[in-house]
């Protein structure tokens, strides 16, 4: 038998088979255009190249590649919808960040709020009292120590409260003496007032030795008055 009748032959039934390509096979459902349009080229191709034999060997080659083009749109199909998919999830993330950032800030302001809810505070007002000392002294008297302590530890929990320390002495002496008394003066009663647990951040600590005197007068019973530590506590400031 010659090729040419045989080639022809072969070549309407793979165009026969192009045209067809929608139909159904009985036993294995539907037949996708990909695989038969790879089966119908390549056996044309085949067909065209090679003779008969050709055209077998090229239709089992165009249905490989029928398939691949088949499983290469699946595979891009895959890939654009892992794509979507990683862009949501990067979103996410981000929206988790902003919301992570604005809870952090929510929990500071909270923090504070309470902070300052559960400090104690006196309303504004000012308290003055003084502390005595005996001639040429700088040493308290337990009295006097014992009305300190109960002060300082009544007003150092109070978040709004100072306290001012003015160091004085009478006009007996020397001038520089007199400062120099009235800084040991002051000192000590300042020194006490920490020990009890007052903030030293809130206290203001200054000594005027005998420039301030309380009373015009030159005798022993005006000079007690002379010979103190002024004490002013400040709260509502």
Same mark, same amino acid.
């Given at each position: ?10 070549? $309407? ?12 096979? &009985? ?19 085949? @067909? ?67 902070? +300052? ?24 008297? &337990?009295?006097?120590? #014992? ?11 109070? #978040?709004?409260?100072?306290? #001012? ?24 009663? @300042?020194?006490?007032?920490?020990? +009890? ?16 005197? $309380? +009373? ?22």
């Amino acid at each position: 038998m010659k090729a040419g009748p045989i080639l022809m032959f072969i070549t $309407l039934s793979m165009m026969n088979t192009l045209l067809h390509a929608n139909e159904t096979k &009985p036993d294995d459902g539907p037949v996708s255009n990909q695989e038969v349009t790879g089966t119908g080229i390549g056996a044309l191709i085949g @067909a065209i190249i090679a003779g008969p034999p050709g055209a077998i060997v090229g239709g089992i080659t165009g249905n490989f590649a029928g398939s691949s083009l088949e499983a290469e749109e699946t595979i891009n199909s895959l890939k654009t919808q892992l794509g979507n998919e990683k862009m949501h999830a990067e979103n996410l993330h981000q929206e988790t960040h902003v919301l992570h950032g604005q809870l952090a800030e929510r929990e500071q302001q909270v923090d504070q709020l309470i902070q +300052t809810l559960s400090t104690p505070k006196l309303l504004p007002g000012k308290m003055t009292f003084y502390i005595q000392f005996r001639h040429d002294s700088s040493q308290l008297e &337990p009295t006097f120590i #014992e009305q300190i302590n109960s002060i300082s530890r009544m007003f150092a929990v109070y #978040e709004n409260v100072s306290v #001012e320390l003015y160091g004085h002495a009478d006009r007996r002496g020397a001038s520089y003496y007199n400062n120099k008394l009235s800084k040991q003066r002051v000192r000590t009663v @300042a020194r006490l007032f920490c020990n +009890t647990g007052w903030p030293e951040q809130k206290m203001t600590v200054l000594a005027f030795g005998e420039s301030q005197p $309380l +009373t015009e007068s030159h005798d022993p019973e005006g000079y007690v008055f002379d010979r103190r530590v002024q004490v002013v506590i400040t709260s509502g400031q």
